[in-house]
């Protein structure tokens, strides 16, 4: 009867509440495991049953509504009674039997003897097992509980004995708070199970909104009734529009202030947000809570959108006033210096976000993509040149998982024809330059940002010059985002009727099945001839403004500044 750990919690629990989530933890326990194997286990869990229908017996007494607190435990009560019946009954079988077939071989020896005939045999008793549990169960309590008599009046009670240690079974039925495990969700894991923690960094905030919402409960509290109110809430969550930075660092004080505000000059968040951010994220902090048996209970299920969530934006290519507006500006055109890109000067600065937004306009890559870039992921077949992002050279043989390229998708891995504008701007003289001075990237100044989950972005050092860019130039078109510098070449692609099948590879979108297959490791020659031929009247208007600026560099009109 090493197993009664719970009978110290049970002393401990000042109210019904505190018993029943002990109870109720264990019932859960308990059923988890199946029935009882033995009488040992059989009468641990028939203790445990009348502890249980004393609780029920108090609680109705008393007028506690106990289903509502605990919803789980009438159906789980059920379910652990019936498996001790079943137990109770095979078991009692089984001994009935063993204690026969002895008793039957023990009449059958003192026959044989001579010292007894077979009507005198001892007849054999069915076994009890009520009594023997109630006895082992008395046994056990009594070791446990030497200090529970009452002392004689006047006598001075004795000191309590401290609290032996809980058992496993103990540590186990006793929940930890939500921001405990959200805690332990965000620590960074080691290099080996470093990948298996990939977006827990963008759940956090929806955790903690949920966290701050309910409370902070215990694991075991996070009843149906909780996960409900958390469902109805979440689309309550206003985006930052219009409201003060310091009502807006958590996403609970958003939700506070737009509760506090009567929604004044406010808006919902989209759907895709509430969906793709808070849904994704609160579904991986339960998987997690569950796998590492924090949380016992089902896992919820998200359905609350309102009809005020915005509808998701679709993305929309530059228009062309709007591209070369963009590429007016002085970091295309003479600075003022290295730091100050974007005021007019008699610098010409080839900086990192010079070349992430013309690589991103005439390729079609993602930002992140950019940013990784290698000098040797620039190459050439003899005829064209090509950025090769596929994440390792499978003709050379495995590499190492740390040394892959982090793309967003498979089908990032890629080949991508440069166009010829990129090499009349210079950049084979960037990366050559590079190589001389032993540098690996072609963008060294280019630094990734870090998550608290120790995944990294690339994309931010050019997201946050769009964001002042957007700002300066006054864009306010919501459908306009550093991603429509992708929408972009994709129009281009379109226009100039180029197959769907190389549409997708030049972006490195999925294809379907068929697409997945072919020689994908080379350049194909029919697809870098439409790159270098694609030059639509904007791209030659881009070209004027571009190589005015380049040839002024060259010819000493404005100073050519190095960033690395």
């Not at 029935?35 to 007028?63: K, M, W």
């Not at 070369?324 to 600075?335: V, Y």
């Amino acid at each position: 009867m090493d197993n009664l750990g719970w009978v110290q919690e049970l002393i401990a629990a000042p109210d019904l509440e505190a018993l029943g989530t002990v109870l109720d933890a264990r019932l859960h326990a308990y059923v988890d495991r199946g029935p009882p194997v033995n009488e040992r286990l059989l009468a641990e869990r028939c203790a445990f049953e009348h502890e249980v229908r004393r609780y029920l017996s108090r609680a109705q007494e008393r007028g506690y509504a106990y289903p509502q607190r605990f919803p789980r435990m009438p159906s789980t009560w059920v379910d652990f009674v019936n498996q001790n019946k079943a137990a109770e009954s095979e078991i009692a079988r089984l001994n009935v039997r063993r204690a026969y077939e002895s008793g039957r071989h023990e009449a059958a020896e003192a026959v044989k003897e001579g010292w007894a005939t077979p009507a005198s045999s001892a007849i054999v008793q069915p076994f009890d097992p009520i009594a023997m549990i109630d006895r082992l169960v008395q046994d056990a309590v009594a070791q446990r509980l030497p200090l529970l008599a009452a002392p004689k009046v006047g006598s001075i009670a004795p000191a309590a004995e401290p609290k032996t240690p809980p058992t496993n079974d103990t540590a186990e039925s006793t929940s930890c708070r939500m921001s405990d495990v959200l805690a332990e969700f965000l620590k960074p894991l080691d290099r080996k199970r470093k990948h298996t923690a990939k977006g827990r960094g963008e759940a956090a905030p929806v955790v903690q909104f949920a966290v701050d919402l309910l409370g902070d409960p215990l694991m075991n509290e996070l009843t149906e009734a909780k996960w409900k109110l958390l469902d109805e809430a979440l689309p309550d969550i206003p985006n930052r529009d219009n409201i003060p930075r310091k009502f807006s660092e958590t996403l609970y004080q958003r939700y506070k202030y737009a509760e506090a505000t009567n929604w004044s000059k406010l808006e919902r968040v989209t759907t895709t947000t509430i969906k793709s951010r808070y849904w994704a994220g609160l579904y991986k902090f339960v998987d997690f809570a569950i796998a590492e048996k924090h949380y016992r209970g089902p896992r919820p299920k998200f359905v609350c959108i309102d009809p005020e969530n915005l509808a998701p934006l679709p993305r929309d290519a530059f228009d062309d006033e709007e591209l070369l507006t963009l590429l007016n500006l002085p970091l295309f055109t003479g600075c003022k210096n290295r730091v100050h890109v974007w005021q007019p000067g008699g610098y010409f600065v080839q900086s990192h976000i010079y070349w992430g937004f013309l690589i991103c306009i005439l390729t079609g890559m993602r930002p992140g993509e950019v940013g990784q870039l290698k000098c040797a992921d620039i190459r050439t077949d003899g005829e064209f040149y090509y950025f090769d992002l596929r994440q390792f050279d499978a003709r050379h043989g495995r590499v190492a998982v740390k040394d892959l390229r982090n793309l967003k998708t498979n089908a990032a891995g890629r080949v991508i024809p440069i166009h010829p504008l990129l090499i009349e701007l210079g950049l084979l003289d960037r990366m050559q330059d590079l190589m001389d001075k032993q540098e690996e990237r072609l963008f060294p100044e280019w630094d990734a940002y870090t998550r608290k989950d120790g995944t990294i972005r690339w994309s931010q050092p050019l997201s946050k010059a769009w964001q002042y860019v957007k700002t300066k130039l006054k864009l306010d078109r919501a459908d306009l985002t550093l991603y429509s510098t992708r929408h972009l070449m994709a129009d281009w692609l379109d226009n100039d009727a180029i197959a769907q099948r190389t549409r997708d590879r030049i972006l490195g979108h999925a294809s379907d099945v068929r697409g997945r297959y072919g020689r994908k490791g080379i350049l194909d020659p029919q697809i870098a001839a439409k790159i270098e031929a694609l030059e639509p009247q904007v791209i030659k208007q881009m070209r004027e403004i571009l190589l005015a600026a380049k040839n002024r560099a060259d010819a000493g009109e404005l100073t050519m500044l190095k960033t690395y």
